[in-house]
Nanobody, 124 residues
Framework: QVRLVESGGGLVQAGGSLRLSCAAS????????MGWFRQAPGKEREFVAA????????HYAESVKGRFTISRDNAKNTVALQMNDLKPEDTAAYYC?????????????????WGQGTQVTVSS
């Protein structure tokens, strides 16, 4: 029903910026809540940011507040994560996810569709 493809990851020095994009295909994208999660080797996958269809509700992990911004362009079926002032602890594989059930969610278990991930590496 939904296919998600992330892009925009790469290597950046601490203090730099990256913009991740998630392209969604499928007619069911409309109305879906979208989220970004990340996972570093040996660590549990953690929530980063989420946004509902209208954009009226967004939520961020405490560790990225003030630095990351999630946005979506429903006409283009894309979701973006602007990451500023990157820190070495931000290094991880970042995943785009979609939730078919209506409403707000910051739990990975509530998201049914996932992209392949894009690697973000921040050097000190």
């Amino acid at each position: 029903q939904v296919r998600l493809v992330e892009s925009g990851g790469g290597l950046v020095q601490a203090g730099g910026s990256l913009r991740l994009s998630c392209a969604a295909s499928g007619r069911t994208f409309s109305g879906y809540t979208m989220g970004w999660f990340r996972q570093a080797p040996g660590k549990e996958r953690e929530f980063v940011a989420a946004i509902i269809w209208s954009g009226g509700w967004t939520h961020y992990a405490e560790s990225v507040k003030g630095r990351f911004t999630i946005s979506r362009d429903n006409a283009k079926n894309t979701v973006a994560l602007q990451m500023n002032d990157l820190k070495p602890e931000d290094t991880a594989a970042y995943y785009c996810a979609a939730r078919a059930v209506l409403g707000q969610s910051i739990r990975a278990s509530e998201y049914g569709y996932w992209g392949q991930g894009t690697q973000v590496t921040v050097s000190s």
